[in-house]
């Protein structure tokens, strides 16, 4: 089955740790994307990759990071300078080619920051 | 600039009885709108998309949209509601072509309460 798989469902860090949320495709898709979910605030861009090995800030960038070294895969860092890191946070993709196509969503990673 | 607004942050229906969410949109281009569902901690799944091929759209599930242009709308309905449709659902526009962060602005969400 092809899709987007995301690990591990639940996370739980102590503050001031950093921790890797994981994010894979097999949808052979260029680009990927991280966004995090408040109540309430839908969906916010951290962070955008429409190729290997580039990757673009989003709107709430700050206190996270990102590589891209393989098409697959998309990892998020949420790093301890990341003020309000407790949230569910989506991983998607998208095959870029014209003007019609959609995003795939991932099930989703919800942190606890304690 | 584009922005999307979903003008109810909750929706409560009996099951069997019709469904609409509301969305309107502004954009400087022609757009691309989505509806997206969320079930509880759960990914988003694409209900159904406008590409400018038909005003009306049929999705999943009996879902459909109609996009009017002259409202700036893409109201989402549904003939008769199921107790599985309980969920939050986002509208979504696509108002540049392509480039930067995909050009995606989403709505805050409208959570859909079925009542038995």
């Known amino acids: 089955d092809g899709g987007i798989t995301q690990s591990p469902k639940y996370l739980f860090r102590k503050e001031g740790q950093n921790v890797t949320l994981s994010c894979e495709q097999n949808?052979?898709?260029?680009?990927m994307y991280w966004y995090r979910q408040d109540p309430g605030q839908g969906l916010r861009l951290i962070y955008y990759?429409?190729?290997?090995?580039?990757?673009q800030k989003g709107d709430i960038a700050e206190g996270y990071s990102v590589s891209r070294e393989k098409k697959e895969s998309f990892p998020l860092t949420v790093t301890s300078a990341q003020k309000n890191p407790t949230a569910f946070y989506l991983c998607?993709?998208?095959?870029?080619?014209?003007?019609?196509?959609?995003?795939?969503f991932g099930p989703g990673t919800r942190l606890t920051v304690t | 600039a584009q922005s999307v607004t979903q003008l109810d942050s909750h929706v409560s229906v009996s099951e069997g009885t019709p469904v609409l969410l509301r969305c309107n949109y502004s954009?400087?281009?022609?757009?691309?709108l989505f509806w997206y569902v969320q079930h509880p901690n759960k990914g988003l799944q694409l209900l159904l998309k406008?590409?400018?091929?038909?005003?009306l759209v049929k999705g999943i599930n009996g879902f459909e949209a109609e996009f009017k242009k002259s409202e700036t709308s893409f109201h989402l309905t549904k003939p008769s509601a199921h107790m599985s449709d309980a969920a939050e659902y986002f509208c979504?526009?696509?108002?540049?072509?392509?480039?930067?962060?995909?050009?995606?602005?989403f709505g805050k969400g409208t959570h859909l309460i079925i009542q038995p």
């Open positions: 998607a993709s998208s095959n870029n080619r014209g003007l019609i196509y959609e995003q795939y």
């Open positions: 949808l052979n898709h260029d680009a």
């Open positions: 990759s429409q190729i290997v090995n580039d990757f």
């Open positions: 954009s400087s281009y022609s757009p691309s």
């Open positions: 406008y590409t400018s091929a038909a005003t």
């Open positions: 979504v526009v696509r108002g540049s072509p392509g480039g930067g962060a995909d050009g995606l602005t």
